[in-house]
């Protein structure tokens, strides 16, 4: 593999996204998790959830800040390292990813509304409110960036002439055919993961015995909110699959290594590839392929070989796309067994290997996120801009994009550790259990 410039343009970008993508992810999702503790807390009049929205949002802020830089490190990486790229679509593209800056700002002021408003109403649901614009600002941020992303799969809105872009309509470069089921598919997987990370560290902290109502509650209102949006994930998945059956079936069939156009198609799980195209040790199901690209066993499903050799996505993707599957089924079912152990008396939901289960939920749905962003650029290859502009015509010539690569993995260790090192010590030093009782102390001192 040569390192020329493209392919460390690539690697850079890769790197950055596969950074910011865990921060983005929480993001979106943990304002939703804070709203819902909030939400809970007032009408129970609880203070265990009143202190776990406190909670959240303190390390929440931690991760928004690490957020900031490494998007703002994307923006400048799409100029500096795909110039021609930009050149053809920036004018196309602008306006979602000035809605983004502005979505976060949006939610950024009312972060901070809420942050220093603790206690500072008479009427709690007043402080409640606040968690509104928030979680639209946060949400909207993934809608608009994921409205780019979109965009390169199913570029419309713009003719091209002479390499440039004209009869520009930004609002049908957003409104593009991959919106909806991107969007919602992005947005519905940031909520699933985030509370999936909630319940891994709570479950955690009740396997190491230093629980007690504070984390149960916790966890329990982590399980139930990673059910509902875990469904939510399988419905987005569903609708992701029959998208890309219709609008790009060169990434589905590279996705289900589906070579020969026809009807009845076998979904393929794992295996293995020869040089002759030829699967084994796979495990198959018959005609489900066909099914999930058009709801019947007769949809006809197109093979990878009636694309041109040079426009085949890398048939590796077809394990990134197993394993995020795997891993939402595996959260789906985690979340599930909690919840009906919880309900059923006769079982413990307690358990130590359910919450064993539970703790590895957490790192895997995150690793859900990173393979189905690889699958989703990777499976999109050759193409930047599909059916326009491939990766190599978009890529800067310059030198020094090695160098420019060290400087930001450095970045990424420094800002990763910091973080860690921040939350653990936020938390570490001030267990739930002696904030809660300050808390009823304050509250007492108030009366």
Not at 216 to 224: D, E, F, I, N, S
Not at 288 to 315: K, W
Not at 385 to 390: E, I, N, Q, S, T
Not at 407 to 415: D, E, K, N, S, T
Request: hydrophobic share 55%.
């Amino acid at each position: 593999m040569e390192l020329d410039s493209v392919m460390l343009s690539r690697m850079l970008t890769a790197t950055t996204l596969a950074f910011h993508i865990i921060f983005a992810t929480i993001g979106v999702g943990v304002p939703v998790m804070i709203a819902i503790a909030e939400f809970v807390g007032i009408k129970r009049n609880d203070p265990h959830y009143l202190l776990l929205a406190r909670r959240w949002a303190r390390g929440f802020t931690i991760t928004v800040a690490v957020g900031v830089v490494t998007g703002t490190a994307i923006g400048l990486q799409l100029s500096m390292l795909w110039p021609s790229f930009m050149q053809v679509a920036g004018q196309v593209i602008a306006l979602p990813l000035f809605l983004e800056t502005f979505a976060f700002f949006f939610e950024a002021i009312f972060l901070g509304i809420y942050l220093y408003t603790w206690d500072r109403f008479k009427n709690k649901w007043l402080h409640w409110i606040l968690t509104i614009p928030i979680m639209i600002g946060s949400s909207a941020s993934a809608l608009f960036i994921t409205t780019v992303n979109a965009f390169m799969n199913t570029p419309q809105g713009f003719d091209l002439q002479d390499g440039k872009a004209v009869n520009i309509d930004p609002i049908a470069a957003m409104v593009n055919p991959a919106t909806p089921t991107k969007v919602f598919h992005v947005v519905v997987t940031c909520y699933l993961t985030a509370a999936l990370i909630l319940a891994a560290i709570t479950a955690f902290h009740i396997l190491k015995k230093k629980s007690g109502a504070y984390h149960r509650k916790a966890l329990r209102l982590t399980m139930v909110s990673a059910l509902i949006f875990g469904i939510g994930t399988a419905v987005a998945g569903d609708l992701s699959a029959k998208f890309l059956a219709e609008y790009q079936p060169e990434k589905l069939a590279a996705a289900e290594w589906h070579f020969e156009t026809e009807t009845n198609a076998d979904l393929i799980l794992f295996g293995t590839l020869n040089e002759n195209n030829e699967v084994t040790n796979e495990i198959r199901l018959p005609g489900f392929l066909s099914f999930l690209a058009g709801s019947s066993f007769d949809t006809e499903v197109i093979g990878l070989n009636e694309f041109p050799e040079d426009e085949q996505p890398p048939l590796w993707v077809h394990y990134m796309f197993d394993l995020m599957v795997t891993i939402g089924i595996y959260s789906l079912f985690i979340s599930a067994l909690f919840i009906l152990f919880w309900l059923w008396k006769k079982c413990n939901e307690w358990n130590k290997l359910l919450l064993w289960g539970i703790v590895a939920s957490g790192p895997l749905s995150m690793l859900a996120i990173e393979f189905g962003w690889i699958f989703a650029e990777v499976g999109r290859q050759p193409w930047i801009l599909r059916g326009y502009m491939k990766v190599g015509e978009a890529a800067t010539k310059a030198d020094g994009v090695g160098l420019t690569f060290i400087l930001f993995v450095l970045l990424y260790i420094i800002l990763g550790t910091l973080c860690v090192i921040v939350l653990i010590k936020m938390f570490k030093n001030k267990p739930a259990e002696v904030e809660l009782d300050q808390r009823f102390q304050i509250d007492d001192l108030h009366k």
